[in-house]
């Protein structure tokens, strides 16, 4: 009889055809350029060098196979630093601008070392490539694989979560200091951390000079395959390949997914006054779209646009997204502008457009999230119509409505009661789910939760732009005081109102992200565009969770329920239909005199009544219906329960108008409302009453 051996832990890794490949004897280096005549190898023995200690010439003959250079340097091995140098025609007319000097990064490289090297004879000199061998001992790690619909969302900063001396940290603004944070993010209860920007960036001027204005965000990327160097600890070339696969292991090993936002909408190249770093100098023409062939077509906002439907673009990223999942075990992407994607080579918003298809189906994503930003800077709009159901988005309705409704913006009920049921006017028409909306109400581009209370303008003097940068659609208020304010009454409010939006993201069908630090009320003093704000504004201030442990508890106990609750987060639409084994529908709306609601009656109160699923929604009979009652006016109301629920056992979970402890009752064991009589709520304020499963 034949026995089965067991198999050894198979590692699986990724390799793209192009860049530095590791071989025993040395490397491969493999490089895409239909126009060029020349091709050279710079090879670099520090990264301080400013001269390559070595230059080898591709033979065009020997060492090109159609349009791929490629060339094996014997006896070199990973930590090799190194720079492309191509030749051909200078015709910006026709869209090609080659420069024999230039020095250009791969656009494979795996990591980059050093900073962008003064200039004084006009050579521009950008950080180098280095040669990754990816061998890591992952110790089994495989991606955690959670549903969507489960999941709730931690939108972070990897250098402002713990550069500020308030964090503590050993190794702050890097990647170990993230692992430092675990506990923390355990605590909270998120189950992914979506990293804004982690691919490489400029960290210095293209001639070496200090920027008066950095990329603190990261969306100006460099190299797509390379973690940034700049939130390594140890800065030696490539320790930053390693330090990131030990976050992503770490955070894996706490239940925490990574998902990374990526920007394949532009390059830091900029329009045709921008430097020649990598993609201009290889093959321009083929990588950004063009008008006219000398002026870059700018749907991004940012100088160019990626032709990301061209066929060697769209392989680049498909190796790309590969990449981060094999070789760094990511667990998704939120695709920055993605609506570029539905562009074709010449700018033009198709129907189906292939890229967006082919992420969703290729085979080698297949256990990944992909989350589409569904718009860009040239007036693509195309939330709850981007791509096909493997495809989420974030649903900027749902941050305009909730907002609006929250204000006490005049007929924002019914679009609230839509958002909270999990948009189905969005995305039921096309067959997908509540899963399907990422709910947030703010972002890293925006107010902060704490700052949308605070003021009504943005104050943005700071970024050096007389405040003319950021959204001047904020949908925000101040309460009486611009700013900060002792007075009780204003403070009083801003507590409510932050409390009710944190509340209805966390309650509301699909799928809940939070931006780092509105927990805790981080502050931004009124800049809602600090792209540019590397130091304390933008940066998570540590004393904020001892000094407003209230709202991190209050928060706490909300995303605990959510993960508890399957009357939250439901794979399908409520309907108003009647729940299969129950007497009362999925959900019913009432006005606060306890009727049916009458939408058309203009008020900013009622009642909501979601009755827990049975059967496959709730195999375990976990669920609970809930009561929420809603009160965005400016004075006191009386509920009368709907009759479907006076007969239910209520308690109370939440009340955002009384103080702590009293504002949530983590372990449903809250006061019961009045027996006989109504319920009553102050200004701005929200109840959420829970039933006990045993009256299901």
């Known amino acids: 009889m034949l026995m089965r051996q067991p198999c050894p832990p198979l590692q699986f890794s990724y390799h793209a055809p192009f860049g530095a490949t590791v071989h025993e004897a040395g490397v491969q280096f493999s490089v895409f350029s239909r126009s060029a005549t020349a091709m050279r190898l710079l090879l670099y023995n520090d990264v301080r060098d400013r001269e390559p200690t070595e230059v080898i010439e591709f033979d065009r003959h020997q060492d090109r196979w159609g349009d791929v250079w490629s060339l094996f340097v014997p006896g070199i091995s990973p930590g090799q630093l190194y720079h492309f140098q191509a030749s051909g025609p200078w015709a910006p007319e026709r869209g090609q601008r080659f420069d024999s000097a230039a020095r250009l990064i791969d ?66 603004g890097s990647y170990l200091g993230v692992i430092e944070k675990i506990p923390y993010l355990k605590s909270l209860g998120v189950t992914a951390v979506e990293l804004m920007p982690v691919h490489e960036f400029p960290i210095n001027g293209p001639r070496g000079e200090r920027l008066r204005r950095p990329n603190y965000w990261g969306y100006d990327p460099m190299a797509f395959f390379a973690p940034h160097r700049g939130y390594a600890h140890d800065q030696q070339p490539g320790a930053q390949v390693r330090e990131f696969k030990t976050m992503v292991k770490a955070l894996h090993a706490a239940g925490i997914e990574v998902i990374l936002d990526v920007v394949f909408n532009h390059t830091c190249e900029g329009n045709e006054n921008g430097p020649t770093l990598s993609f201009k100098g290889l093959e321009n023409q083929v990588y950004y779209i063009l008008s006219e062939g000398r002026h870059y077509s700018n749907y991004s906002g940012c100088g160019n646009t990626i032709n990301g439907n061209h066929p060697v673009v769209r392989e680049m990223i498909f190796h790309c997204l590969r990449s981060w999942v094999h070789n760094y075990h990511i667990d998704g992407f939120r695709f920055d502008l993605a609506s570029i ?36 800077a040239a007036g693509a709009y195309q939330v709850g119509s981007f791509g096909t159901a493997r495809w989420a988005e974030w649903n900027g309705r749902y941050r305009d409505d909730v907002r609006g409704f929250w204000r006490g913006d005049g007929g924002t009920l019914g679009a609230l009661a839509t958002r909270l049921a999990g948009s189905s006017d969005l995305y039921h028409h096309s067959g997908r789910m509540p899963a399907s909306s990422i709910n947030f109400i703010t972002s890293h581009d925006g107010f902060t939760l704490n700052d949308l209370v605070s003021y009504k303008d943005k104050h943005n003097l700071a970024n050096g732009e007389e405040n003319r940068d950021g959204d001047n659609h904020n949908i925000s208020d101040n309460y009486g005081v611009e700013g900060p304010t002792r007075k009780r009454i204003v403070n009083e409010v801003r507590r409510r ?78 309907t108003g239909q009647t729940v299969a084994g129950r007497t009362v529908p999925d959900v019913s709306w009432y006005g606060p005199d306890g009727q049916p609601l009458n939408w058309g009656q203009g008020d900013l109160a009622m009642v909501v009544y979601i009755a827990a699923p049975s059967g496959i929604d709730d195999p375990d009979g976990l669920g609970r219906d809930v009561l929420m009652l809603f009160n965005s006016t400016g004075a006191d109301r009386e509920f009368t329960l709907p009759q479907p629920g006076q007969n239910v056992n209520w308690g109370m979970f939440v009340d955002t108008a009384a103080a702590s402890p009293g504002d949530i009752f983590p372990s449903l064991n809250g006061p019961k409302p009045p027996e006989n009589g109504p319920v009553k709520l102050l200004p701005h304020s929200l109840k959420v009453f829970v039933s006990e499963p045993a009256n299901r």
């Open 107 to 172: 656009p494979y490289a795996d990591a980059l070392a050093g900073t962008f090297q003064k200039s004084d004879d006009g050579v521009l000199r950008p950080p180098r490539c280095v040669v990754v061998d990816h061998e890591f001992d992952w110790e089994g790690d495989r991606h955690i694989c959670r549903p969507l619909s489960d999941s709730v969302i931690y939108e972070m900063h990897v250098r402002g979560f713990t550069k500020s001396r308030s964090s503590g940290a050993d190794a702050p």
């Open 341 to 376: 994607l539905s562009r074709d080579r010449t700018g033009n918003l198709v129907p189906n457009p292939p890229m967006v298809e082919l992420i969703a189906e290729d085979p080698l994503l297949a256990d990944t999230k992909i989350i589409a930003e569904a718009w860009d």
């Open 497 to 574: 109102q932050i409390k009710n939006m944190m509340t209805t993201l966390m309650l509301s069908q699909g799928v809940p992200m939070l931006v780092s630090g509105d927990e805790i009320r981080r502050t931004q003093r009124g800049n809602n565009n600090a792209y540019c704000q590397d130091n304390e504004t933008s940066w998570f201030d540590w004393k904020l969770v001892e000094r407003n442990t209230e709202m991190f508890r209050f928060t706490q106990g909300l995303i605990a329920f959510r993960k508890a609750q399957p009357t939250v987060r439901r794979t399908a639409f409520l």
